[in-house]
């Protein structure tokens, strides 16, 4: 589903459509869910970095066949997390601004969506202050990507380092709750294809 700004009639139908079948686990989430169809109830483009809560898109980048998953240093929180960010101006497909980001920050040629381009995992997490902009909220929509050549991954700058990791190594190394249940959920996708 590759949709622009000026090829959709109503930027929060098309969001609402990828949200309607998507079942959210435990309070949190639900809550986090709630609040994000209240977004798109409220907000024009609920991509607009000005506003307090906004959407962003990220992944989870796994290599099947050695159940691997890929984590990127954030020197901003100061974390190693998935990769992921705002969508570009236009944009409002959030599976390709995923994977634009994915690209631009591993450099890996051949991600896809895996299994397929389902919404794994939404969450609301604090942006502290900082880089000219004040604290605010991210809507995360969080996805899944493969790629077969894991060897070609390449930081995107020196101080963002990428770390291939088991699962449970990733687990351990992330300081964030809420990654570590997406990490719950992709090893329980990996596990259903050993």
Not at 122 to 144: K, M, Q, S, T, Y
Not at 151 to 164: I, M, S, V
Request: with cysteine; aromatic share 6%; charged share 25%.
């Amino acid at each position: 589903m590759k949709a622009r700004h000026d090829e959709v009639t109503d930027v929060t139908d098309y969001l609402a459509d990828l949200l309607r079948g998507y079942e959210p686990r435990g309070a949190v989430e639900v809550r986090d869910f709630d609040r994000v169809r209240d977004l798109l109830g409220t907000q024009p483009d609920p991509w607009l970095r000005s506003t307090p809560l906004h959407l962003t898109a990220s992944a989870l980048i796994v290599h099947p066949q050695t159940g691997r998953l890929l984590l990127r240093w954030h020197q901003r929180q100061q974390a190693w997390l998935h990769v992921g960010g705002h969508a570009d101006p236009g944009e409002c497909d959030p599976v390709a601004v995923a994977l634009r980001e994915a690209h631009e920050e591993t450099r890996l040629p051949d991600l896809a969506p895996w299994p397929d381009s389902t919404l794994q995992h939404l969450v609301i997490v604090p942006v502290p202050a900082g880089r000219g902009e004040p604290e605010h909220e991210h809507a995360d929509l969080r996805f899944v990507f493969a790629t077969q050549e894991p060897d070609k991954a390449q930081a995107e700058t020196p101080d963002a380092p990428l770390r291939w990791l088991t699962v449970n190594e990733a687990a351990a190394v992330t300081s964030e709750d809420n990654l570590r249940e997406s990490i719950k959920r992709v090893q329980s996708r990996l596990a259903s294809t050993a």
